[in-house]
């Protein structure tokens, strides 16, 4: 099946620092591809729509400017938590769709996840 | 606001039971319904429903969707420790926000042996 690639897949940084996460697709293209946050024992909550060569899409209450996401390619996407705090600390989640023929139904394909740590 | 809501919230069995998980939704242009297995890190494919009334199985696990009354199943038979997890359904949404998952808040099912 298709592979979605998220490195790190683990991360501390102290508060006030940068962090990138990256998301690749390996084996296919992805021209939409999804950040979701998920903090202990809640469900996923979608945090904003990564499309190639455009900006992103951010749903209501996330800070653009804090959460910086980046399409260079259409089998890449890079979150960039800027001046992390402790409430940042989470669990990252990217998902990408395969570019596929209009009307296929196709399921969003998930990496393995990001937890990240402000201390 | 699109919208999607699982029952129980949590659910403790033996193994060798079944159990029965459900899912309701609300969602503008509705297109599939997806079901996925989290364990510690990120949430592995289950099913993905888009007719009413079509099961979809595989092992043990199965999965029904009925577009009429918003709703959709799954069901696990005989039961292992292995099933512990959460499980999660999406509801996926198509035009402009194809791929764009609202997930349901999760089922945390527990299997004692």
């Known amino acids: 099946g298709a592979v979605v690639s998220q490195h790190p897949s683990r991360v501390i940084c102290k508060s006030g620092t940068s962090v990138k996460i990256e998301c690749r697709s390996l084996?296919?293209?992805?021209?939409?591809m999804f950040w979701y946050r998920q903090f202990p024992k809640q469900s996923l909550m979608l945090m904003a729509t990564?499309?190639?060569?455009?900006?992103?899409?951010?749903e209501q209450g996330v800070e653009k400017d804090k959460f910086l996401i980046n399409h260079a390619s259409l089998t890449l996407s890079t979150l960039t938590v800027t001046s992390a705090h402790p409430e940042d600390s989470s669990f990252y989640i990217c998902s990408a769709i395969p570019r596929g023929r209009p009307g296929v139904n196709t399921e969003a394909f998930f990496g393995q996840g990001t937890r990240l740590t402000v201390v | 606001e699109d919208k999607v809501v699982q029952s129980p919230l949590s659910l403790v069995v033996h193994e060798g039971d079944t159990v029965t998980l459900n899912c309701s939704y609300e969602?503008?242009?509705?297109?599939?319904l997806l079901w996925y297995k989290q364990e510690k890190k990120a949430p592995t494919f289950l099913f993905m429903l888009t007719s009413s009334g079509i099961e979809k199985k595989s092992g043990r696990l199965s999965s029904i969707l009925d577009k009429k009354e918003l709703f959709s199943i799954l069901n696990i038979t005989a039961t292992q420790t292995g099933d512990s997890a959460v499980y999660l359904c999406?509801?996926?949404?198509?035009?402009?926000?194809?791929?764009?998952?609202?997930f349901g808040q999760g089922t945390i099912l527990t299997v004692h042996p």
């Open positions: 999406a509801a996926n949404a198509g035009g402009t926000s194809y791929g764009k998952l609202t």
């Open positions: 969602v503008t242009n509705f297109r599939s």
């Open positions: 990564s499309n190639e060569g455009s900006k992103a899409t951010y």
């Open positions: 084996d296919f293209q992805a021209t939409t």
